[in-house]
């Protein structure tokens, strides 16, 4: 692995010299863990010309959660307690000859920046941007394996729920359920908190879970992920309670069902990130459910839960291939309930055979 | 209770007004919680001289984790998607005719505070710095109580962890179930991830669950804590497995136990925070542990896990009366494991009996 995060940091060395700054200063955790294999709390990485510094506050542990740090990598553990790593990191910099240093500006606060300056008056302090963001948008087929078997064990866990009793059981408990599930099946931890949506609470989005309990004739949706080797997935469906849905569970269903399913559909390579949000969308805005409707359906997973691209109406940008999306919208009725599905895919050329699905429940509406 | 949000914003308006800042805008999702009642995802305050303002990025949804906004307070909810609280928070001072405005450099990245330029180029922005952290430091007797309750929900779920089998369970599962024991008793969450550790893991702090499984001889170490209404509070204890502790395990229990409570017996109004700290350090120095000891013995809990004070070596500052605080020193034997004990307590008057013990599971040395 450590060739990959190596190539990963000449590639931002590159972009370093074309936009003229003689180092720089990585401290967004998810884009530490990509450069480095590991982000211990706080860490930074000082990217020089020649040498790279993965900076921590404390010895790393190295544990799951934090990943490991590629062993070819310098690494330096502040000596004060209290210590800032990213002050050392421009201090170090300096040390180094760099006379510049871009910076994550959407990262750092102003106070650090400011005691950045302090360290290092002379140096010119750039931004960065995006850099990182943008090098992390398409995955390498290792990424994507990760997120593979993420998508194995959000699938395991909520097919083992699917089996269990649910009338009478709280929302609360059936998160706590799937979650504990979630890590039974090797995930580190839940990819975002575990939603489950009961009754009138079902289908509303980022819902969190309450002590109401499922009742025959509900709606049930649920929403959960896991984490594995820092890589997020994330599942979403709706079930029925009972034998027999009601007609308007149906035609709810069926309708959110092809407007996922137009999404889907839309997630070619090439393809405007706005396109793939109006293809879901509009099945729902002709259905008169305009209003309501979340302001994405659907986002980028990685090494975050929610990265680029934002599948929205304002979306810049376009697909690629080999870069992971959700496709998630959904209605929510107030007072009644909703729908909401939710699947992690791959863009994939046609070639290859278009979209490939990670998250492989089944959607069929089942009366649970 | 809403007075006492207005009471709370009324202090700092009064700060506002000492250091000559027509407006203040607080970013810190604790800090907007204590202000407000309330911290949906994003949200600020504007703090104006006359009208304050909870500006929100999207309906507050009133989840037990995020409070209910205080009623009498102004909500305006963004209505572009995608857009910046704080910035609409700044273009808002503007026509207010506020001609500065003071914001958390501390939590304010350097790009947040770009755009906040950029839509107010004739704003003076100044530095609230920890303002409202510093009026959170003492809490008042409801926040007491909401720790004392907090407390209350982790003991009980430690407690019932006690009466279980331990022996071949992972830590894994028991930090697991922990969790869904907190939130049984009626923790909104867990305070902080619970940590399990059992043999060579055991004492280390901030250990993060492993499948290690528990045997005969280990030493167990738990520390975990429960949130309630937003205020979180923590305990940790070590456990042996098995019916006879070994001397060495008697031995180093009996040393942190008593660092521990030579820590407790300083937590007196007006004690410097580097004094309490080597009260307790100095019983684990003199038998020769000084190396390897982490940076803090003790900290204050509140709406974070982690505030003010710091017991630490070169912390500055002294305790005052109704400041929580936890205290917990540890030993951690690199290969066989160790101890740490961790109680919260609030400072109190020596004439109202001293400091307050909040959890209040037994710390004798129990073989499970």
């Given at each position: 692995m450590s060739e990959v995060f190596a190539a990963r940091r000449d590639r931002l060395r590159e972009y370093c010299a074309a936009s003229g700054s003689a180092a720089a200063l990585v401290s967004?955790?998810?884009?530490?863990?990509?450069?480095?294999?590991?982000?211990?709390?706080?860490?930074?990485?000082?990217?020089?010309?020649?040498?790279?510094?993965?900076?921590?506050?404390?010895?790393?542990?190295?544990?799951?959660?934090?990943?490991?740090?590629?062993?070819?990598?310098?690494?330096?553990?502040?000596?004060?307690?209290?210590?800032?790593?990213?002050?050392?990191?421009?201090?170090?910099?300096?040390?180094?000859?760099?006379d510049s240093l871009a910076l994550e500006e959407h990262d750092l606060t102003v106070a650090r920046h400011r005691a950045l300056r302090a360290v290092a008056p002379r140096l010119r302090l750039g931004d960065l941007g995006g850099a990182v963001e943008q090098l992390r948008y398409v995955k390498d087929?290792?990424?994507?394996?990760?997120?593979?078997?993420?998508?194995?064990?959000?699938?395991?866990?909520?097919?083992?729920?699917?089996?269990?009793?649910?009338?009478?059981?709280?929302?609360?408990?059936?998160?706590?359920?799937l979650e504990r599930r979630l890590v039974d099946h090797g995930?580190?931890?839940?990819?975002?908190?575990?939603?489950?949506?009961?009754?009138?609470?079902?289908?509303?989005?980022?819902?969190?879970?309450?002590?109401?309990?499922?009742?025959?004739?509900?709606?049930?949706?649920?929403?959960l992920g896991a984490a594995y080797r820092g890589y997020r997935c994330e599942i979403g469906r709706t079930f029925v309670i009972g034998t027999t849905p009601a007609d308007w569970q149906v035609e709810l269903y069926d309708l959110v069902f092809a407007a996922q399913r137009a999404g889907r559909e839309a997630l070619v390579p090439g393809m405007p990130c706005r396109d793939v949000d109006r293809?879901?969308?509009?099945?729902?805005?002709?259905?008169?459910?305009?209003?309501?409707?979340?302001?994405?359906?659907?986002?980028?997973?990685?090494?975050?839960?929610?990265?680029?691209?934002?599948?929205?109406?304002?979306?810049?940008?376009?697909l690629d291939a080999c870069v992971p999306v959700t496709v998630e919208p959904g209605v929510h009725l107030p007072g009644r309930g909703g729908v909401r599905i939710d699947d992690t895919l791959v863009v994939r050329p046609e070639a290859d055979g278009g979209p490939e699905l990670l998250t492989i429940t089944t959607k069929e509406l089942l009366a649970l």
């Open positions: 967004r955790p998810a884009n530490v863990r990509y450069l480095t294999g590991a982000a211990p709390p706080g860490a930074v990485l000082l990217l020089g010309r020649d040498e790279d510094v993965l900076l921590c506050a404390a010895a790393p542990t190295g544990q799951p959660d934090e990943g490991r740090p590629d062993e070819a990598l310098a690494t330096q553990v502040l000596g004060s307690p209290g210590g800032d790593p990213a002050v050392a990191a421009a201090d170090l910099a300096v040390a180094h000859g760099a087929e290792e990424e994507i394996s990760c997120l593979r078997i993420a998508a194995e064990i959000a699938d395991q866990a909520l097919g083992e729920l699917l089996e269990s009793i649910l009338v009478g059981r709280t929302e609360r408990h059936l998160a706590l359920e995930a580190e931890s839940p990819a975002f908190p575990t939603s489950v949506a009961t009754g009138p609470n079902a289908g509303s989005p980022g819902h969190v879970p309450t002590d109401r309990r499922v009742e025959e004739g509900d709606f049930l949706s649920v929403c293809a879901a969308r509009q099945v729902l805005d002709s259905a008169g459910y305009a209003a309501g409707l979340t302001q994405l359906t659907g986002h980028g997973v990685g090494l975050e839960i929610d990265e680029d691209p934002q599948l929205a109406p304002t979306a810049m940008g376009k």
